[in-house]
């Protein structure tokens, strides 16, 4: 039977693999420094999201929801969550946000292996809400009615809930100048109001 050789370009590699040693990572005796355009685990950024949920509507597989929580005081806030053991790695999230497709984003993270699934399979970030003035109900997180009032420019003040929201986030308005009275009525029509509320104070006479 006759031997195949080696071709030359063949020889060539493995006399530099002698001195080059391998191509693959020493990993976990060495830490690995991915390339930069590998596209690792996906993580929000809290400063750039503004909570808006693009991200949760277009994800194929459930891999980010969120929580909406008050307390009596009246402070809200919304909980994004991403359960980084179901993502796919899709960029779909990337790609819908809003937020200049800066709210999540991909990172070179890559050891992905955790021992307390119940613990580390997922991230978090928290965003102020905005309450309804009447019901209490959630608006929208304040960063959300900033970034549609920033886009309408002069338009924000054709709607009191945006231009309100917006002088508070200034400090121009006070919150103890809102009326107490909730008559749905002319009360009540300039206050940061949900829509339904918005609707019943529209079309209540009082
Ligand atoms: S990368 Fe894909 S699977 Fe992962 S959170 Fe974004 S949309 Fe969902
Ligand atoms: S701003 Fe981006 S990351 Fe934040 S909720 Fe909206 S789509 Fe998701």
Redesign the pocket.
Known sequence: MRIKLPKIREIIEAVKALFQGPYTAKFPKEPHVPHPNFRGQ?EFNQDKCVGCLA?QE????G??SHKDLSDRAGSAKRIMI?YTDI????????AACISNHEG?KTSNKWELSFFDRKKESFETIEKELQLCEVCGDPIACKDHLKWISERLGELTYSSPTLYLSRLKNLGIVDDNLVSALKDYGRSDRVKILCAPCRRKTTLTTK
């Not at 993502?87 to 990337?94: A, L, P, R």
């Open positions: 996906y991200c277009v994800c194929p597989v891999a980010i991403h993502c796919i790695f899709c960029g779909q999230c990337e999540i």
